[in-house]
């Protein structure tokens, strides 16, 4: 197993600020970070958001039609 290269590292230098950083290694990136930046980043995140909201937008219509349609429907 390989041993994990993170750092934390404090350091205080003025009287009113803390200052702590993390150091990770890109290796140590899980697998949900992979996912994300692999469908949400670059032309194939731009791809799936672009189908996502036109998907979402006949979604809020048919529900929208089929709403007043009830509603609206003669006696």
Request: with cysteine; proline share 0%.
């Given at each position: 197993m390989?041993?994990?290269?993170?750092a934390?590292?404090?350091?205080?230098?003025s009287?009113?600020?803390?200052?702590?950083?993390?150091?990770?290694?890109?290796?140590?990136?899980?697998?949900?970070?992979?996912?994300?930046?692999?469908?949400?980043?670059?032309?194939?995140?731009?791809?799936?958001?672009?189908?996502?909201?036109?998907?979402?937008?006949?979604?809020?219509?048919?529900?929208?039609?089929?709403?007043?349609y009830?509603?609206?429907k003669?006696k």
């Amino acid at each position: 197993m390989e041993a994990q290269e993170s750092a934390v590292q404090y350091s205080r230098w003025s009287n009113s600020q803390d200052e702590v950083s993390m150091n990770v290694s890109a290796s140590e990136s899980s697998g949900c970070e992979r996912i994300y930046t692999k469908l949400c980043t670059g032309k194939l995140g731009i791809a799936l958001k672009l189908v996502g909201g036109i998907i979402l937008f006949w979604v809020i219509f048919i529900i929208g039609y089929v709403t007043g349609y009830y509603i609206h429907k003669c006696k």
